[in-house]
C-alpha cells in the first residue's frame, strides 16, 4: 500500500467523522455496559455450572 495514499485516506475519514450528539452517546454506552454485562453474566454462569460439577465428584 502506498503510505501517502494511506493518510489522505485517515485524513478523509476524520474530515467525514462528527461528535456524536448526547442522546447518540447515551444510547452506545447503554449497548457497551449491557454488551460487557451480558458477557460476564455468561462467564460467570460457566464458572459456577463447573464449579458445582468439581464439588461433586
Request: charged share 20%; net charge positive.
Amino acid at each position: 500500500m502506498n503510505p501517502k495514499q494511506t493518510l489522505k485516506n485517515m485524513a478523509n475519514t476524520m474530515k467525514m467523522a462528527k461528535k456524536p450528539d448526547r442522546d447518540e452517546y447515551m444510547q452506545h454506552l447503554r449497548l457497551v455496559l449491557l454488551g460487557i454485562a451480558g458477557v460476564g453474566a455468561i462467564g460467570f454462569t460457566i464458572q459456577f455450572v463447573f464449579s458445582v460439577f468439581t464439588l461433586g465428584k
